[in-house]
């Protein structure tokens, strides 16, 4: 059996308050819930599920004027790829 930690993933999470918005700034708006509470459901499910495979799950709050600023300066369009890319980006940068 290893001792090596379990892998952290960073997981992109909203706040009700900027759900509209950063649903409405995103290009792939399609792939997210129509609803806060429908996004909600479906990240407890997935971070649980990461859970029980023995990742270590990071909420990465992502707040609507940071994560543009983010993506123009990385020149990426707001869509899942660049979630995910900022969720791990700000993951990496916890400390352990």
């Given at each position: 059996?290893?001792?090596?930690?379990?892998?952290?993933?960073?997981?992109?999470?909203?706040?009700?308050?900027?759900?509209?918005?950063?649903?409405?700034?995103?290009?792939?708006?399609?792939?997210?819930?129509?609803?806060?509470?429908?996004?909600?459901?479906s990240a407890e499910n997935?971070?649980?599920?990461?859970?029980?495979?023995?990742l270590r799950i990071e909420?990465?709050?992502?707040?609507?004027?940071?994560?543009?600023?983010?993506?123009?300066?990385?020149?990426?369009?707001?869509?899942?790829?660049?979630?995910?890319?900022?969720?791990?980006?700000?993951?990496?940068?916890?400390?352990?």
């Amino acid at each position: 059996m290893s001792d090596a930690p379990p892998r952290r993933i960073g997981l992109p999470w909203y706040n009700r308050e900027d759900y509209p918005r950063i649903r409405a700034m995103m290009t792939d708006q399609h792939n997210l819930a129509p609803t806060y509470e429908a996004w909600l459901a479906s990240a407890e499910n997935n971070e649980s599920v990461g859970q029980q495979a023995g990742l270590r799950i990071e909420r990465i709050l992502i707040e609507p004027d940071a994560f543009a600023t983010w993506c123009e300066e990385k020149g990426l369009e707001p869509d899942g790829k660049a979630r995910t890319t900022y969720a791990a980006e700000m993951s990496a940068r916890i400390s352990v």
